[in-house]
């Protein structure tokens, strides 16, 4: 047996079932996420993408089922105890502290969470790791001024970088290249690429499906609150199912 098939999954969704009263929005979902995998999550709107994401961090309860990260189970834990253990997720619409500058809106999730679970840090420990996400997403020449001076583009930046300030070893990005010109789209892609190579597991949300393509190593389709499709991305798009029921093919 090699050293990927002895690898543990980081992430262990196991019949996971939330209804909102009569409606099921997911319906008995599994899933595996292996350490350092980079996975799309894919299907149309409504199909329970965001329930799915929704109740891996915490947001929402699922009624049936165990999510199991990193080895420990999270069922019960609030979304900010599931981030301290190294969960962490981007959203489509950045959620930025508007009247605060660039650096500081880093400071905030490292203080939070990078303190709670290492022990205090250092003010210069602060501002240097601060500077080197800000440098890695290419926003270090706007440190010090506020989110409203950016374009989409760089303010989706900043949220992946916001995401990335709790030191996560899953990241959930949940339609970062959204609006955005295919050489945004490009540089969004690039940035995700590095933060995987750096280590980090990556969960794709997105709808663009030459970015999902390029990136993914493996798929995941969710279809009216059904896992359909789990497999290579090549085979998965070629799939009966998938094509009839997300491409419309």
Do not use: W
């Amino acid at each position: 047996m090699d050293a990927e098939q002895e690898m543990s999954p980081i992430l262990h969704v196991q019949g996971v079932s939330k209804r909102f009263g009569g409606f099921v929005a997911l319906d008995e979902i599994d899933l595996e996420v292996q350490p350092g995998e980079r996975l799309g999550l894919i299907g149309p709107n409504g199909s329970g993408k965001s329930t799915l994401v929704n109740c891996i961090c915490g947001t929402l309860q699922n009624e049936t089922g165990t999510v199991q990260f990193d080895g420990h189970a999270m069922d019960g834990l609030a979304a900010h105890e599931r981030t301290h253990r190294g969960l962490a997720r981007s959203f489509q619409l950045p959620r930025p502290f508007p009247s605060l500058t660039l650096a500081d809106n880093l400071c905030i999730p490292m203080l939070y969470t990078v303190h709670t679970r290492s022990g205090p840090l250092h003010a210069d420990n602060i501002e240097a790791r601060c500077a080197e996400l800000l440098e890695m997403v290419g926003l270090a020449s706007k440190a010090h001024q506020k989110p409203r001076d950016l374009t989409q583009v760089e303010m989706r930046k900043l949220e992946l970088a916001r995401a990335m300030a709790a030191e996560p070893k899953l990241l959930i990005a949940d339609e970062s290249m959204a609006g955005l010109s295919h050489s945004e789209i490009e540089d969004i892609l690039a940035l995700l690429m590095r933060l995987n190579e750096s280590g980090i597991t990556v969960i794709l949300i997105e709808h663009i499906m030459t970015a999902v393509m390029s990136f993914s190593q493996r798929l995941a389709v969710l279809v009216s609150g059904k896992k359909i499709a789990d497999g290579k991305p090549e085979q998965v798009v070629r799939d009966p199912e998938v094509v009839r029921a997300y491409l419309g093919e």
